[in-house]
C-alpha cells in the first residue's frame, strides 16, 4: 500500500492528479485506507497495539509526501524548472498606426472642430467625375494618357474611360450631386499620378480637398479656414500665402504657401468655384458662392515630422515606422 501510494504521489502532475491520489489512498469513505483499517479491526488483541503503530505511521508518510507534493505543485512552473522568474521579461513590441494614418486622423478632427464633415469618394473614378464636370475639356493635357493611370477597360473601348482619381476633386463633384447647398466638407484620400519617384515625389499621394458652398462663401473665408487649419495642425502662428495660378474649376485660382519654421512650404491650390462647375451639378452660380481647397498630406507630414524623403512613407520599414 505505502509503495503504490507514494508512487501516485509523485507521479502526479497536477493538483487534479494528486487530488485522484489523496481521494484513491487516504480516502476516508472508501479509499484503500479503509480497507486497510477493516483488516486492522480482524487482527488477533494483543497483536493490534503494534499493528496500529505500524498504521499510524504509513498514514503519516503518506499524508506527509501529499502535503509536500501539493506545495510543489503550486509554485510557478519557471520556478520549479530551475529558472528565475525574478529577471526582466521580453518587452512586446506594440505596433501604432501609421504616420500618415496618424496625420489624416488628425486633419479630420480639425476640419470637424471647424465645422466640416467628412465625406469620401470611389479612387476609381469616371472622366466625368475627374474632368468634365470640374471643367477641364478633352484637349486640356491634364487628361493626358501620360499623366494618368486609365485602365484597359471594355468602357474605355467604348469611349468612357475609367482611370485612378487625379485629384480629390472629384470628391467635390460627387458631394454636390446628391447635396443640396449649404455644404461644408473634406475628403482626405489617395490619389494617383504617373510621377517619376523621388524624394518627393510618388505616384500615389494623399489629398485633403475642402469645400464650402452657401450664399455668400468668399475667399476671405477660404483664408481664414486654411489659416486655422495650419495653426492647428502646425502649431503657433502659420502665415498662409496666396499666389495667383490656373485650375479649371476654380476662379480666381491660387497656390497656398504656408509659412512654418522659418521656411515657406507649398502646400496645394485652392480657389473660388467656377460657375461652370457649379452648372455641372445642377447649383445655380447666382444663387450660391464656394470655396474649394487641395492639400497634400504628405507635405505636411513631411514638415511636421521632419521627414526628408516621401519614400519612406511606403517602405515599410520599421526603423522608421517605430518613430510615430
Ligand atoms: N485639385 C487640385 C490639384 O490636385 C487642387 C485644387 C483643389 C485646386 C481645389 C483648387 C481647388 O492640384
Known sequence: YEQAALAAIAGASSTDELEAARVEFLGKKKGRLKDLQSVLGKVAPEDRPAVGKQFNEVKQRVSGQLEARKVELAKPAAEVEG???????????????????QTI??????????GFSVVEGPELEDEQHNFVALNIPPEHPARDPLDNFYLATAEAAAGGQTLLRSQTSTVQIRTMEHTPPPVRIVSIGRVYRPDEHDDTHLSMFHQMEGLMV?????????????????DAYLGGDVAVRFRPSFFPFTEPSVEVDMYWDGQWIEIGGAGVVD????????YDPEAVTGFAFGLGVERFA????NVSDIRQFVKNDL???GQF
Open 302 to 305: 513631411m514638415r511636421r515630422y
Open 214 to 230: 452657401g450664399e455668400s462663401v468668399t475667399m476671405a473665408q477660404l483664408k481664414t479656414v486654411l489659416s486655422k487649419f495650419a
Open 319 to 321: 526603423r522608421f515606422l
Open 83 to 101: 529558472l528565475d522568474v525574478t529577471l526582466p521579461g521580453n518587452r512586446l513590441s506594440r505596433g501604432s498606426l501609421h504616420p500618415l494614418t
Open 105 to 114: 486622423e488628425e486633419f479630420k478632427e480639425i476640419m470637424t472642430r471647424l
Open 275 to 282: 460657375p461652370n462647375v457649379m452648372r455641372a451639378v445642377g
